[in-house]
Protein backbone atom coordinates (compact mmCIF):
# COMPACT_ATOMS: atom_id res chain seq x y z
CA UNK A 1 0.00 0.00 0.00
CA UNK A 2 1.40 2.99 -0.91
CA UNK A 3 1.95 5.57 1.80
CA UNK A 4 1.20 9.15 1.74
CA UNK A 5 3.07 11.23 -0.88
CA UNK A 6 4.16 15.06 -0.37
CA UNK A 7 5.87 17.74 -2.83
CA UNK A 8 8.36 19.28 -2.96
CA UNK A 9 10.72 17.24 0.04
CA UNK A 10 12.22 20.75 0.43
CA UNK A 11 11.75 24.46 -0.37
CA UNK A 12 13.40 27.56 0.17
CA UNK A 13 11.46 31.23 -0.38
CA UNK A 14 11.87 34.59 0.12
CA UNK A 15 9.87 36.68 2.28
CA UNK A 16 6.78 37.78 0.79
CA UNK A 17 6.98 35.60 -2.12
CA UNK A 18 4.84 32.46 -2.24
CA UNK A 19 4.82 28.52 -2.06
CA UNK A 20 3.01 25.50 -2.80
CA UNK A 21 2.57 22.25 -1.13
CA UNK A 22 0.73 19.35 -2.17
CA UNK A 23 -0.80 16.33 -0.95
CA UNK A 24 -1.42 12.88 -2.18
CA UNK A 25 -3.40 10.35 0.44
CA UNK A 26 -3.49 7.42 1.25
CA UNK A 27 -6.12 5.66 -1.63
CA UNK A 28 -9.48 5.66 -0.25
CA UNK A 29 -8.70 7.89 2.69
CA UNK A 30 -11.75 10.53 3.10
CA UNK A 31 -9.95 12.42 6.10
CA UNK A 32 -7.21 15.02 5.12
CA UNK A 33 -4.85 16.70 7.81
CA UNK A 34 -2.46 19.39 7.06
CA UNK A 35 0.16 20.31 10.36
CA UNK A 36 2.73 23.00 10.36
CA UNK A 37 5.52 21.60 12.67
CA UNK A 38 7.87 24.74 13.85
CA UNK A 39 11.11 23.64 15.22
CA UNK A 40 11.26 21.70 18.77
CA UNK A 41 7.87 21.98 18.77
CA UNK A 42 5.05 19.00 17.91
CA UNK A 43 2.67 19.85 15.06
CA UNK A 44 -0.22 21.39 15.12
CA UNK A 45 -2.87 21.28 13.14
CA UNK A 46 -3.60 23.71 10.50
CA UNK A 47 -7.17 22.62 8.71
CA UNK A 48 -8.92 18.92 8.52
CA UNK A 49 -11.00 18.28 5.37
CA UNK A 50 -13.69 15.50 5.78
CA UNK A 51 -13.69 14.27 1.33
CA UNK A 52 -13.55 17.88 -0.31
CA UNK A 53 -15.16 19.66 2.82
CA UNK A 54 -13.38 21.70 5.71
CA UNK A 55 -14.10 19.95 8.92
CA UNK A 56 -11.63 22.12 10.90
CA UNK A 57 -9.68 25.48 9.98
CA UNK A 58 -9.64 27.56 13.43
CA UNK A 59 -5.85 27.72 13.45
CA UNK A 60 -5.41 28.69 9.55
CA UNK A 61 -4.19 32.09 9.36
CA UNK A 62 -6.34 32.68 6.87
CA UNK A 63 -5.00 36.20 5.27
CA UNK A 64 -2.41 34.12 4.22
CA UNK A 65 -2.71 30.76 4.41
CA UNK A 66 -5.26 28.64 2.04
CA UNK A 67 -6.13 25.28 1.21
CA UNK A 68 -8.28 23.47 -1.11
CA UNK A 69 -8.86 19.18 -1.76
CA UNK A 70 -10.48 19.38 -5.39
CA UNK A 71 -12.72 15.86 -5.87
CA UNK A 72 -11.72 14.64 -2.20
CA UNK A 73 -8.70 13.47 -3.17
CA UNK A 74 -5.14 15.57 -3.80
CA UNK A 75 -4.84 18.89 -1.32
CA UNK A 76 -2.89 21.89 -2.19
CA UNK A 77 -1.47 24.23 0.98
CA UNK A 78 -0.45 27.93 -0.17
CA UNK A 79 1.01 30.53 1.31
CA UNK A 80 1.24 34.00 0.32
CA UNK A 81 2.55 36.01 0.87
CA UNK A 82 5.41 34.19 3.26
CA UNK A 83 6.65 35.37 6.57
CA UNK A 84 9.78 33.99 7.94
CA UNK A 85 7.67 33.12 11.10
CA UNK A 86 6.05 30.53 8.55
CA UNK A 87 9.55 28.17 8.51
CA UNK A 88 8.49 24.94 9.55
CA UNK A 89 7.77 21.16 8.64
CA UNK A 90 4.58 20.82 6.77
CA UNK A 91 3.03 17.54 7.37
CA UNK A 92 0.11 15.81 5.60
CA UNK A 93 -1.39 13.27 7.23
CA UNK A 94 -4.92 10.85 5.57
CA UNK A 95 -7.22 8.54 7.63
CA UNK A 96 -9.52 6.35 6.55
CA UNK A 97 -12.97 8.33 8.05
CA UNK A 98 -11.53 10.36 10.91
CA UNK A 99 -12.69 8.77 13.86
CA UNK A 100 -10.66 8.54 17.23
CA UNK A 101 -10.36 4.89 16.70
CA UNK A 102 -8.61 5.71 13.07
CA UNK A 103 -4.99 5.81 12.86
CA UNK A 104 -3.64 8.76 10.87
CA UNK A 105 -0.94 8.22 8.54
CA UNK A 106 1.46 10.99 7.73
CA UNK A 107 3.77 12.04 4.72
CA UNK A 108 7.48 12.75 4.69
CA UNK A 109 6.59 16.46 5.01
CA UNK A 110 8.04 19.52 3.42
CA UNK A 111 10.62 21.34 4.93
CA UNK A 112 9.84 25.11 4.01
CA UNK A 113 12.71 27.73 4.60
CA UNK A 114 11.78 31.23 4.81
CA UNK A 115 14.80 33.98 4.53
CA UNK B 1 -9.76 22.03 25.04
CA UNK B 2 -7.06 19.06 25.99
CA UNK B 3 -3.57 19.68 26.30
CA UNK B 4 -0.28 17.78 27.04
CA UNK B 5 3.02 18.21 28.13
CA UNK B 6 5.85 16.10 27.98
CA UNK B 7 8.15 16.61 30.44
CA UNK B 8 11.68 16.37 29.03
CA UNK B 9 12.99 17.38 26.10
CA UNK B 10 16.16 15.46 25.41
CA UNK B 11 16.66 12.26 26.66
CA UNK B 12 20.24 10.47 26.60
CA UNK B 13 20.50 6.83 27.08
CA UNK B 14 22.68 4.31 26.79
CA UNK B 15 22.16 1.57 25.01
CA UNK B 16 20.49 -1.32 26.65
CA UNK B 17 19.52 0.41 28.76
CA UNK B 18 15.65 1.20 30.10
CA UNK B 19 14.29 4.02 29.05
CA UNK B 20 10.74 6.14 30.18
CA UNK B 21 9.82 9.24 28.35
CA UNK B 22 6.96 10.97 30.49
CA UNK B 23 3.90 12.58 29.35
CA UNK B 24 1.13 14.11 31.04
CA UNK B 25 -2.39 14.88 29.78
CA UNK B 26 -5.23 17.85 31.37
CA UNK B 27 -7.95 16.10 32.60
CA UNK B 28 -11.29 14.79 30.84
CA UNK B 29 -13.88 12.88 31.26
CA UNK B 30 -12.83 10.50 28.77
CA UNK B 31 -9.45 10.28 26.77
CA UNK B 32 -7.85 8.42 24.01
CA UNK B 33 -4.29 8.81 24.09
CA UNK B 34 -1.22 8.05 21.50
CA UNK B 35 2.69 8.06 21.19
CA UNK B 36 3.94 8.61 17.81
CA UNK B 37 7.78 8.33 16.47
CA UNK B 38 9.93 10.37 14.14
CA UNK B 39 12.53 9.19 12.54
CA UNK B 40 15.06 12.31 10.92
CA UNK B 41 13.23 13.57 7.90
CA UNK B 42 10.71 11.64 8.35
CA UNK B 43 6.91 11.54 8.93
CA UNK B 44 5.33 10.82 12.48
CA UNK B 45 4.88 7.02 12.96
CA UNK B 46 2.21 5.70 15.13
CA UNK B 47 3.86 3.36 18.25
CA UNK B 48 0.90 2.75 20.71
CA UNK B 49 -2.94 4.03 21.50
CA UNK B 50 -4.62 3.77 24.25
CA UNK B 51 -8.53 3.84 23.86
CA UNK B 52 -10.64 1.96 26.38
CA UNK B 53 -9.58 -1.27 27.99
CA UNK B 54 -6.11 -2.26 29.52
CA UNK B 55 -3.97 0.06 31.04
CA UNK B 56 -1.09 -1.07 29.76
CA UNK B 57 -0.26 -0.52 26.42
CA UNK B 58 1.74 -2.77 24.13
CA UNK B 59 3.27 -1.15 20.28
CA UNK B 60 5.60 -1.46 17.87
CA UNK B 61 9.26 -1.64 18.45
CA UNK B 62 9.13 -3.53 21.97
CA UNK B 63 7.78 -0.15 23.76
CA UNK B 64 4.65 0.18 25.79
CA UNK B 65 3.17 2.53 27.83
CA UNK B 66 0.74 2.74 31.18
CA UNK B 67 -2.36 5.01 31.23
CA UNK B 68 -2.84 6.64 34.88
CA UNK B 69 -6.04 8.37 35.27
CA UNK B 70 -5.59 9.57 38.94
CA UNK B 71 -2.22 11.27 37.49
CA UNK B 72 -3.42 12.06 34.11
CA UNK B 73 -0.09 10.78 32.76
CA UNK B 74 0.86 8.17 29.27
CA UNK B 75 4.80 7.68 30.05
CA UNK B 76 6.18 5.56 27.46
CA UNK B 77 8.50 2.99 28.32
CA UNK B 78 11.33 0.53 26.73
CA UNK B 79 13.15 -2.15 28.92
CA UNK B 80 15.77 -2.25 26.46
CA UNK B 81 16.97 0.61 24.16
CA UNK B 82 18.82 0.27 20.23
CA UNK B 83 20.90 2.72 18.91
CA UNK B 84 17.53 2.90 15.93
CA UNK B 85 15.51 3.97 18.63
CA UNK B 86 17.18 7.55 18.40
CA UNK B 87 14.34 9.87 17.05
CA UNK B 88 11.59 12.67 18.62
CA UNK B 89 8.63 11.05 20.51
CA UNK B 90 5.40 12.95 20.36
CA UNK B 91 2.79 12.01 23.22
CA UNK B 92 -0.78 13.27 21.90
CA UNK B 93 -4.20 13.29 22.87
CA UNK B 94 -7.57 13.34 21.18
CA UNK B 95 -9.92 16.56 21.25
CA UNK B 96 -13.14 17.63 20.07
CA UNK B 97 -12.94 20.38 17.55
CA UNK B 98 -15.89 23.33 17.55
CA UNK B 99 -17.47 21.10 14.66
CA UNK B 100 -17.59 17.77 17.16
CA UNK B 101 -14.88 16.19 14.47
CA UNK B 102 -11.65 14.75 16.31
CA UNK B 103 -8.36 15.89 15.84
CA UNK B 104 -5.04 15.69 17.49
CA UNK B 105 -3.20 17.73 19.95
CA UNK B 106 0.68 17.08 20.29
CA UNK B 107 2.91 17.73 22.94
CA UNK B 108 6.12 19.34 22.44
CA UNK B 109 8.46 16.13 21.79
CA UNK B 110 10.91 14.14 24.00
CA UNK B 111 14.16 13.82 21.49
CA UNK B 112 15.71 10.15 22.72
CA UNK B 113 19.54 10.00 22.03
CA UNK B 114 20.91 6.42 22.75
CA UNK B 115 24.38 6.45 22.62
CA UNK B 116 26.91 3.55 22.45
Do not use: M
Request: charged letters at 20%.
Amino acid sequence: EAGVAQSPRYKIIEKRQSVAFWCNPISGHATLYWYQQILGQGPKLLIQFQNNGVVDDSQLPKDRFSAERLKGVDSTLKIQPAKLEDSAVYLCASSFWGGSLDEQYFGPGTRLTVT
Amino acid sequence: AQSVTQLDSQVPVFEEAPVELRCNYSSSVSVYLFWYVQYPNQGLQLLLKYLSGSTLVKGINGFEAEFNKSQTSFHLRKPSVHISDTAEYFCAVSDLNRQGAQKLVFGQGTRLTINP
